[in-house]
């Protein structure tokens, strides 16, 4: 009973420093999906907005000019996720609306569209690493 009992005492002991050993990545997500974007949250002392870089870069002035550097940068990086062979097949009709709401004159759109398709873009470039990095788990045991 009383190797339990220091056992327990132990355990909570130590749920602090696992809570605090999450990465980066891990509190962002958790933070983006508890709060919503945009949540402050803290990480090693530090403060951070749960914000996507495309995010970041979308909040400009909605002028064509600006769609279309969007529009070239979801270009470029779905043409690098194309090239290692992990390019989302929703990607490419996602830069055909965009480039129509350009068209439009709805910059807005355009802007958020060319947004979600670069980072679906970087989210093929991410699952092509983590495959590269995790191959050995989709081999059967």
């Given at each position: 009973?009383?190797?339990?009992?220091?056992a327990?005492?132990?355990?909570?002991?130590?749920v602090?420093?696992?809570?605090?050993?999450?990465?980066?990545?891990?509190?962002?997500?958790?933070a983006?999906?508890?709060?919503g974007?945009?949540?402050?949250?803290?990480?090693?002392?530090?403060?951070?907005a749960?914000?996507?870089?495309e995010?970041?870069?979308?909040n400009?002035?909605?002028?064509?000019?600006?769609?279309?550097?969007?529009?070239?940068?979801?270009?470029?990086?779905?043409k690098?996720?194309?090239?290692?062979?992990?390019?989302?097949k929703l990607?490419?009709?996602?830069?055909?609306?965009?480039?129509?709401?350009k068209?439009?004159?709805?910059f807005?759109k355009?802007l958020?569209?060319a947004?979600?398709?670069?980072?679906?873009a970087?989210?093929?470039?991410?699952?092509?690493?983590?495959?590269?990095?995790?191959w050995q788990?989709?081999?059967?045991?």
């Open positions: 009973m009383k190797k339990a009992l220091i327990a005492v132990a355990a909570l002991t130590l602090p420093a696992f809570a605090s050993a999450e990465s980066f990545d891990d509190a962002f997500n958790k983006r999906a508890m709060y974007k945009g949540h402050v949250f803290e990480w090693q002392g530090s403060q951070y749960a914000i996507h870089e995010e970041a870069e979308a400009v002035a909605a002028t064509a000019d600006n769609a279309q550097l969007m529009i070239d940068k979801a270009k470029a990086k779905n690098e996720a194309a090239k290692l062979g992990f390019e989302w990607t490419g009709d996602i830069l055909k609306k965009a480039e129509q709401a068209a439009d004159g709805d807005r355009a958020d569209l947004t979600q398709a670069k980072y679906h970087r989210m093929g470039i991410q699952q092509y690493h983590y495959a590269q990095s995790n788990l989709s081999v059967p045991q």
